[in-house]
């Protein structure tokens, strides 16, 4: 039940942080949006790291494999959420990515042995449908482009899950696996920034909004690990994809002006819920 209700406090702090990035992506470039976020998570993470891992039980092989979870996501699967934001917007980049489940569905059976139950597969089944319904909406024009970006976060995001289930069993700690995830992101941006010369701009530069999708994404990540730490990958994974029915709540709230949402957020919201039932209860 822990990891349930973390794992959708996730998904909302996930909505959330996709309001201040749209908000961010205004103004600054992906990459700075992205940078200032992991920057933010950094700052929030290792405190509570040093706080609650006992390092007597961190081993050096435990570490390499949070490194590789980083590289994966925040890394490589934020930047392309991000740069999918930016060619889509939230309303449409939100369910698409969130076809995290179907991927890491298969990524758990295979390399963790978990088993996907009747119940949990409608369930997964049931949350895909919902956000297929949303990416349906009238109005909404889709760009090749965008869509690879979002389905390829949404592999490398499942991926990511699976390496940092066994991460944080690793070393014990959900706080640390976190923070070494988003110390190796701010190094590898930097890397990147230097690679393709696209400079991040001077923190002095940085709004709020960079700062606050730095918060609620490090929020967000923390409740993801802390449900991974209890529980299945495929259960986290579907449950945080609850995150479209939130984050269309919140564009409608406070987006009116950038983008629309249609009723149809209602059928898609009776998918989702159903299928966030049939998970949590499994």
């Known amino acids: 039940m822990i990891g349930a209700i973390t794992s959708i406090i996730a998904a909302v702090f996930w909505a959330l942080a996709a309001i201040a990035v749209r908000r961010s992506l205004q103004t600054s470039s992906p990459l700075t949006t992205v940078f200032a976020t992991v920057v933010v998570n950094a700052v929030l993470l290792w405190p509570l790291a040093l706080l609650f891992t006992n390092f007597e039980q961190v081993r050096i092989d435990g570490i390499m494999i949070c490194v590789a979870a980083g590289i994966l996501a925040p890394t490589m699967g934020r930047l392309l959420r991000f740069m999918a934001v930016e060619k889509l917007g939230v309303a449409l980049t939100a369910p698409l990515v969130e076809?995290?489940?179907?991927?890491?569905?298969?990524?758990?059976?295979?390399?963790?042995?978990?088993?996907?139950?009747?119940?949990?597969?409608?369930?997964?089944?049931?949350?895909?449908?919902?956000?297929?319904?949303?990416?349906?909406?009238?109005?909404?024009?889709?760009?090749?482009i965008g869509v690879m970006l979002s389905l390829g976060s949404a592999f490398i995001f499942a991926a990511a899950d699976v390496v940092r289930k066994i991460a944080i069993i690793a070393v014990n700690s959900p706080f640390l696996g976190a923070a070494v995830g988003v110390t190796v992101a701010i190094v590898s941006y930097i890397v990147f920034s230097f690679v393709v010369k696209q400079p991040i701009a001077n923190p002095k530069t940085w709004t709020r909004f960079n700062y606050l999708s730095g918060i609620l994404t490090g929020l967000a990540l923390s409740s993801i690990f802390m449900a991974l730490f209890v529980e299945?990958?495929?259960?986290?994974?579907?449950?945080?994809?609850?995150?479209?029915?939130?984050?269309?709540?919140?564009?409608?709230i406070f987006l009116r002006k950038l983008e629309h949402v249609t009723p149809f957020i209602f059928v898609a919201a009776i998918f989702i819920v159903i299928g966030s039932i049939l998970v949590s209860t499994a």
């Open 99 to 144: 076809t995290i489940p179907i991927f890491g569905a298969l990524l758990a059976i295979s390399i963790l042995g978990e088993v996907v139950t009747l119940q949990i597969g409608l369930g997964m089944l049931a949350v895909v449908m919902g956000a297929m319904v949303l990416v349906s909406r009238e109005g909404m024009k889709f760009t090749r």
């Open 232 to 252: 299945r990958v495929v259960i986290v994974q579907s449950l945080v994809a609850t995150s479209p029915l939130f984050t269309l709540f919140f564009t409608w």
